[in-house]
């Protein structure tokens, strides 16, 4: 018992100490990265990224490697959708034919086309959740880059006519493409 009421104070200092230690950590900013406003193909102004700014630039890098990996199914299939898209077209053209009098119907073309689109649906339904996990994870990016412009315009202000880049520490090149007058993160 007495050597608890020893060690108790060194446990609860060494505590502290690890508290105090790993709050200073978490609000010591990242280093390196940046943002770059550009407007006219130029670097107007450069700022050091704050740590808000850099989490919700992060939590956004995350969720666009979901998106990424969300839209390989759908690749997969991109095929597949434009043939479907362009028979349906190109029957729809030859199903309806117009002059400045007449517009005739040609209903074997009609039978042919709601053929296709049966195919396309068939196929869209099989996907249907690859669609669905695509819009959940569009509108979560979309949350997460609003957070990330937001962050960006306690600093910058009105950007609607520049450009924005941000070089990372891991950025081995700090190029940029020029957009003039397109509003780019």
């Known amino acids: 018992m007495t050597l608890l009421k020893k060690f108790t104070p060194a446990?609860?200092?060494?505590?502290?100490?690890?508290?105090?230690?790993?709050?200073?950590?978490?609000?010591?900013?990242?280093?390196?990265?940046?943002?770059?406003?550009?407007?006219?193909?130029?670097?107007?102004?450069?700022?050091?990224?704050?740590?808000e700014q850099i989490d919700a630039y992060l939590a956004l890098k995350v969720e666009e490697k979901k998106m990424s990996s969300l839209e390989i199914p759908i690749s997969a299939i991109q095929n597949e959708l434009e043939s479907y898209s362009a028979q349906i077209e190109e029957l729809t053209a030859l199903a309806f034919q117009e002059t400045e009098q007449s517009l005739y119907i040609d209903k074997d073309y009609l039978k042919q086309q709601e053929k296709v689109v049966e195919k396309l649906n068939v196929l869209m339904a099989a996907h249907q959740q690859d669609f669905d996990a695509l819009g959940l994870q569009g509108d979560k990016i979309g949350k997460i880059a609003d957070t990330f412009v937001t962050s960006l315009q306690v600093i910058i202000g009105d950007f609607e006519h520049q450009q924005i880049h941000i070089i990372s520490p891991d950025d081995q090149d700090n190029s940029y493409q020029c957009h003039k007058a397109i509003f780019n993160i």
Do not use: H, R
Request: proline share 2%; with cysteine.
């Open 11 to 51: 446990i609860i200092v060494t505590c502290l100490l690890t508290t105090a230690v790993f709050a200073n950590q978490s609000e010591t900013p990242q280093n390196g990265y940046k943002i770059q406003v550009i407007e006219n193909c130029q670097v107007i102004k450069e700022y050091e990224m704050n740590n």
